[in-house]
């Protein structure tokens, strides 16, 4: 007798599953290998949660499921499944809206052949988004404060920031609005995710139900590295060519113990804590972060080069000149961005091998003068570029290479010379008084190696004479001329940089820019520890905090290269300013933003972000349609 037909519908039809005390909506999907002849396994899929009054709130795995795959899902006739359907209406209209054949097909994602285009209509549905009324029926008035979530919204578009993450998330603009809600809030409050679901209650944002610290969880965790190299890409693909890209990285202190990465290094902050290391590749051309990793604890910066440039290699790297300090300077590195073709200004100890022999080659006056190096007054430096000769290095691999097209920049300052060699004069006397008595009084060490490592200029050694061990010493001269060579000197090397000396150092010093971010990070961001007890999680909060520091890098860059500067200390009182802004939102479906004071539509002129029209005062709407439709001034003409 043949078995009964399997209904079609089954894997959709949504069931209460109960699990202890927690109620889940959930579907069960059958999973064998007819061709093992395995016994059938059934796989329990949960969509979100049931409370007791049969209303379905969705959860992570709900919301990351593209629009047309929720909507197979059949839920019992009494359940309320209002919050899912309103999602849905609000994802399948950017999804679904006018698709045409006239897209540019750049506007597709590269790294995913299935991804959702995004064309012009569809993003300008989702740019409109807030200043549309609404289309449902509200069940109680709303005026929330507005203004600061505005304006950091405003950015995220003006950066192209929504349009990746369209991209990145397969065009599913609920998750988008998410990861922008999540990444704006701990900047606008210094708090963490747990009080995120309160702080909505009073202020608007790009969604309309609440972010509960267990749903920040369960979303943060399905973000994965995958899409941390589709961001990244998208983002470099932004960056105009011959751009400069600093790279520098800090620790962060971790609260638990389960993360793999925090199994060694010390801590810079808190050294009772854990640590994992984080390394940024920040533009300072368009003054952003571009790419971020971690790395397991105090990993050493010239051992990431390795990993960073095979990264930026997958995500499409362009033609960006790389700045790095001391600590990423090594022969290995030097060699790996030189083969990769990669231009860079990089910080190198006036000790090693390039640069000791340029040194030794400078000659002076007989008053300490430099000869042939060009001084700036203003600086109080002297400074000069050479060529450096080819020399051969060895590959990690043991293969010899010719290393070429360097160029060296030294700086030298006076003063600091100056003191650096009356500390060798001083420390060359002291080991000469020291030596003298010990020869004097006969000191014969038991420990040669020992005693001869504690005196840096002088070489001293055990002989026998007449039966009797002697305590002789002789000036170490080689490694007196090169100390003394490099007293107050600075260095870099360039590579494929067309910079004279000065305009190399002009350039290196953008890197404070970066510090600053370190400082947003740890401190206006509230991101100083890892708040992490899972590998999934971390990834998914780097991934949000990547993003938010990218609107918060462009807020701070257009304080500190305005008027805004004068105005106010920092970015975050410009936020303080656009706070009292309200979004009052109607029981019959109308909305409004409050009006605009002159102060605040002044910051919205200096971050290049228009005002909606009818929010600006009448004064200032009158000016901005004189200033865009001029009249001749003068008499009218005669009538003839």
């Known amino acids: 007798m043949a078995g009964r037909k399997a209904d079609p519908k089954s894997p959709y039809k949504v069931f209460l599953h109960k699990d202890k005390k927690y109620r889940y909506a959930a579907t069960q999907k059958k999973n064998s290998d007819a061709g093992t002849g395995t016994k059938a396994r059934y796989i329990i899929t949960h969509w979100g949660t049931v409370s007791e009054d049969l209303v379905f709130s969705p959860n992570a795995t709900y919301r990351l499921t593209d629009v047309e795959e929720r909507l197979k899902l059949i839920f019992p006739k009494d359940w309320d499944i209002s919050e899912a359907m309103s999602m849905n209406r609000t994802d399948k209209a950017v999804r679904t809206s006018a698709r045409d054949a006239s897209r540019d097909i750049n506007e597709i994602c590269p790294y995913d052949d299935n991804a959702v285009p995004v064309s012009a209509e569809e993003k300008q549905q989702v740019n409109n988004r807030h200043v549309t009324p609404s289309d449902t029926v509200l069940d109680q008035f709303n005026n929330r404060f507005y203004g600061a979530f505005w304006l950091l919204d405003q950015l995220a578009h003006q950066a192209g920031v929504y349009e990746d993450l369209l991209s990145v998330f397969n065009g599913n603009a609920a998750v988008v609005n998410e990861v922008i809600t999540m990444a704006i809030y701990p900047y606008l409050s210094n708090r963490n995710f747990n009080r995120m679901a309160r702080w909505q209650h009073g202020h608007k944002t790009a969604v309309d139900y609440d972010l509960t610290s267990s749903y920040i969880t369960r979303f943060t965790q399905r973000i994965c590295d995958d899409h941390r190299m589709r961001l990244i890409g998208l983002r470099l693909k932004r960056q105009p060519a011959g751009s400069f890209a600093a790279c520098d990285s800090t620790t962060r202190s971790a609260w638990g113990k389960c993360l793999a990465d925090i199994r060694w290094g010390k801590n810079k902050d808190t050294p009772s804590l854990p640590n994992t290391l984080e390394v940024v590749v920040y533009s300072i051309t368009t003054h952003e972060p571009v790419y971020y990793r971690t ?78 190096m060009e001084h700036d007054a203003s600086r109080h430096i002297c400074y000069k570029q050479f060529d450096v000769p080819p020399y051969r290095d060895k590959n990690p691999d043991g293969t010899e290479v010719l290393v070429e097209g360097l160029k060296a920049n030294v700086y030298l300052n006076l003063r600091t010379r100056l003191e650096e060699l009356l500390v060798i004069d001083e420390k060359l006397s002291a080991e ?143 936020l303080d300013e656009m706070e009292t802004i309200r979004f009052s939102e109607y029981t019959n479906g109308n909305s409004h933003m409050t009006t605009f004071s002159a102060k605040q539509a002044k910051i919205c002129d200096a971050c290049n972000v228009d005002v909606p029209s009818e929010c600006l005062p009448r004064a200032l709407r009158e000016a901005k349609q004189r200033k865009q439709n001029p009249k001749k001034r003068g008499r009218p003409p005669k009538a003839e």
């Open 432 to 574: 000469e008084r020291e030596l003298k008595e010990a020869v004097k009084n006969n000191h014969i060490p038991s420990d040669i190696k020992k005693y001869n490592a504690l005196f840096m200029y002088h070489k001293v050694s055990v002989t026998q004479k007449g039966g009797c061990l002697c305590l002789e010493y002789a000036r170490n001269d080689d490694r007196l001329a090169k100390d003394r060579a490099v007293c107050g000197y600075f260095s870099s090397l360039t590579y494929k940089v067309d910079q004279n000396a000065k305009e190399s150092l002009e350039t290196y010093k953008l890197r404070d820019e970066q510090e600053k971010y370190f400082g947003q990070m740890k401190d206006q961001m509230s991101f100083h520890t890892q708040r992490n007890s899972s590998e999934d999680g971390k990834t998914g909060r780097l991934f949000i905090l990547f993003i938010g520091l990218i609107l918060s890098s462009k807020l701070r860059w257009y304080w500190n290269s305005t008027s805004m500067c004068d105005e106010y200390e920092s970015s975050l009182d410009m």
């Open 295 to 372: 790395f397991a604890g105090n990993t050493m910066d010239m051992s990431t080069v390795r990993t960073i440039l095979s990264d930026m290699k997958a995500a499409g790297i362009s033609d960006i000149t790389f700045i790095t300090d001391r600590g990423y300077t090594s022969g290995d590195n030097i060699l790996s961005m030189i083969e990769a073709g990669i231009p860079f200004i990089m910080c190198a100890k006036t000790c090693q091998k390039p640069i000791v022999p340029l040194l030794l080659s400078i000659e002076y006056t007989p008053e300490g003068t430099p000869i042939d």
